[in-house]
């Protein structure tokens, strides 16, 4: 058994796929089989079940899961304190999760000026759902995520970076155009431009819908906002959009609505996870970014 099978043993667990965990680990798939057969001679047993296409660990696979994923942190925690220290200014790999709605309108416009005072800090960016983030921090892939609050999960640590209220996002030339606020139930006959399911904000903004007594058929449902904005300012249909969102650039007016809804935007990270300098600055970075976009 060594730290390389364990690495793959945990990717397929937690991907249930082969293929799919030797395209994240950027390994061939044959590689990825030979180490995880040599992991099952070791210990004697077979830790997957392989029926067709799907993947199902046994017994003494589930048993070796949560072990395995704690070695991985163990050993991922300890390399990136060692390398840390190695120079005075904060240093090391640091890799940071962020929510399709967040990421291009918060972290993207200003991350140059965290790599500019921080050179040494090697950050890596991923974007994705909520869930699969919260996979990536309890397998070691994340070291934080930047997503919607609240998050309920018992190993994980939250805190708040910002509020933001949302608005509604319709073309310049609609109705809407012009009007101070525009409550919900006015809505009815629009067509509702939503994120997919996964997204978190599709869940915020399904909320305060709800509370309005305002029921939703989606006319479009989409991965990102910004295929949502330019279908709202076509005249295509109405979004509900996060404030950091409304880019006077997109076409769109964006409005206050009623009820009014907000958005919790903060970091999650294990609850077990030990913080290098690196990740310290960067939230303090990022708390700084919060308080900025807040004002």
Known sequence: ??????????????LGSFTRAADELDVSQPSLSEGLKKLEASLGAGLFERLGRSIKLTPRGESLLPLAQQILLDVAGARRIVESYSTALPSGKLTVGCIPSILPYLIAPSVASFLKEFPQVELDLVEDLTLRLMEQLQSGVLDLAIVGLPVKNPDLICAEILREPLLLAAGKNSSWAGRKEVKLKELSAERI???????????????????????????????????????????????IVPRMAANSDSGCVFIPISPSGERRVGYIKLRRHTTTPAERYFIQWLRALGKKHST
């Open 193 to 239: 431009l939503l994120l997919k399911e996964g997204h978190c904000f599709r869940e915020e903004a399904l909320s305060v819908c709800k509370r309005a007594k305002l029921m939703v058929s989606p006319a479009f449902e989409g991965d990102q906002l910004s295929s949502i904005l330019p279908l709202a300012a076509s005249g295509y249909g109405v979004g």
């Open 1 to 14: 058994m060594d730290f390389q099978q364990l690495r793959y043993f945990c990717a397929v667990a937690r």
